[in-house]
């Protein structure tokens, strides 16, 4: 099993910057990717980003390309999500996942645990 642990959400304006964190733990060997999804007011749970453990794959939804930067610090066995230039659109639950059957991740592709949830806010 893995555990995922997000934090580091909260209320922001339009236009601010946000990073969150996931620490992962458990059979943390078996990791083959982390990346983070959300799942806005409403409406169904969304991709959002994805990186291989070697940082050598990552994937962007298209509606955060060039606004958000995934990393991984694989020591720490965490991955963060940089969020700039916030827009109200963004306001979510985000979620940490990992993938440990996978070995290329997609967008599509189905994660194999969650974490929580961390809730952003971001306010016009």
């Known amino acids: 099993q893995v555990q995922l642990v997000e934090s580091g959400g909260g209320l922001v304006q339009a236009g601010d910057s946000l990073s969150i964190s996931c620490a992962a733990s458990?059979?943390?060997?078996?990791?083959?990717?982390l990346g983070w999804f959300r799942q806005p007011p409403g409406k169904e749970r969304e991709f959002v980003a994805a990186t291989s453990r070697s940082g050598g794959r990552i994937l962007y939804a298209d509606s955060v390309k060039g606004r958000f930067t995934i990393a991984s610090d694989n020591a720490k066995n965490a991955v963060f999500l940089q969020m700039n230039s916030l827009k109200p659109e963004d306001t979510a639950v985000y979620y940490c996942?990992?993938?440990?059957?996978?070995?290329?991740?997609?967008?599509?592709?189905?994660?194999?645990?969650w974490g929580q949830g961390t809730q952003v806010t971001v306010s016009s």
């Open positions: 996942a990992a993938y440990v059957d996978s070995i290329l991740v997609f967008r599509t592709t189905r994660p194999s645990y």
């Open positions: 458990g059979r943390t060997s078996r990791i083959t990717s």
